[in-house]
């Protein structure tokens, strides 16, 4: 099954980016795509999500499995195809926007390696399907809907990709990553890192070192993002309650090492804050 959508190509686009096209195939054995350097001029996420299918780089053949995608820039040689015996299930789009976004993807590193694998993916694939029945319904009629939608799909991919390992350790920054929530969750308690660690499958260094990886932060950043968080929120929603009593709810036991944290994150104290939200005087 081939189910895709082209769109016109803007020479001004007005938005930081816009598709160029965007497909689903599914049980297609034959596809299978070869364009030389030069010849195509937008960039392209193809993720898999079904099946397997293979990428040549510089005469290496890479297998691809579910979760795994590639990311080609502008004008780069481009080699894919599906596996005949399990053919690949793909998700996809090729899009375009002006300098800022050559600029901004290369400034993030995208640029280093064509081979990604997306950690929970399956979360993304509602993000691409919404913008291929967006195409299908209204074409470029509404431009403001497609950038968003392109950009959530950019956004959710930049937010999940690592570089390509061919399958070794995803398993476990999966469990990592879905322990998040929890972590989240139980923030304001004391984090014990032997805990967590163990519940990954894997030891106190290795966690740390996945947790990283999985988040751009170590597990403490991650805890005192969310305590500060929440910080924010009871602030506002409790208007009545004492910073030191808020310290307190959200896991800091001495109100001083808790106005220090918060005025590092957020550049100003508890109190401020709460003024500056609320508009009181």
């Keep these: 099954m081939i189910r895709q959508h082209h769109l016109p190509t803007l020479a001004d686009p007005p938005f930081f980016c816009l598709p160029e096209s965007v497909g689903w195939y599914r049980e297609h054995a034959t596809h299978s795509v070869s364009r030389e350097a030069g010849s195509l001029d937008n960039f392209n996420i193809h993720m898999v999500t079904n099946g397997k299918g293979y990428v040549e780089i510089d005469g290496e053949v890479f297998t691809l499995m579910p979760g795994d ?50 950690k929970a993916w399956k979360e993304l694939v509602p993000a691409f399907h919404e913008l291929l029945e967006e195409a299908e319904a209204h074409s470029f009629l509404h431009l403001a809907r497609l950038s968003s939608l392109t950009y959530a799909i950019l956004t959710g991919f930049m937010s ?24 989240r969750s139980s923030a304001s308690e004391p984090f014990l890192l032997e805990h967590w660690a163990e519940r990954a499958g894997v030891s106190p260094y290795y966690f740390c ?21 929440r910080a924010k929120q009871l602030l506002l929603e409790r208007s009545d309650w004492s910073v030191k009593r808020i310290a307190l709810e959200v896991g800091y036991s001495n109100p001083s090492y808790f106005n220090k944290r918060f005025m590092e994150q957020e550049r100003m104290t508890p109190l401020e804050y709460r003024r500056v939200r609320l508009g009181a005087r």
């Excluded at 640029?111 to 990604?116: D, P």
């Excluded at 061919?166 to 469990?175: A, L, M, Q, V």
């Design 160 to 183: 999940r990709a690592v570089p390509f390992t061919g399958g070794k350790n995803t398993e476990s920054s999966d469990r990592v990553a879905k322990l998040l929530p929890a972590i």
């Design 209 to 229: 070192k996945l947790f990283r990886k999985t988040t751009q932060m170590t597990p403490l950043e991650f805890v005192t993002l969310c305590r500060l968080q």
């Design 69 to 118: 995608a590639f990311f080609y820039f502008p004008l780069m040689r481009q080699r894919y195809y599906s596996s005949e015996d399990e053919p690949w299930e793909v998700r996809w789009v090729h899009f375009y926007g002006g300098p800022k976004l050559l600029e901004y993807l290369t400034e993030q590193g995208y640029r280093r390696t064509q081979l990604w694998t997306v």
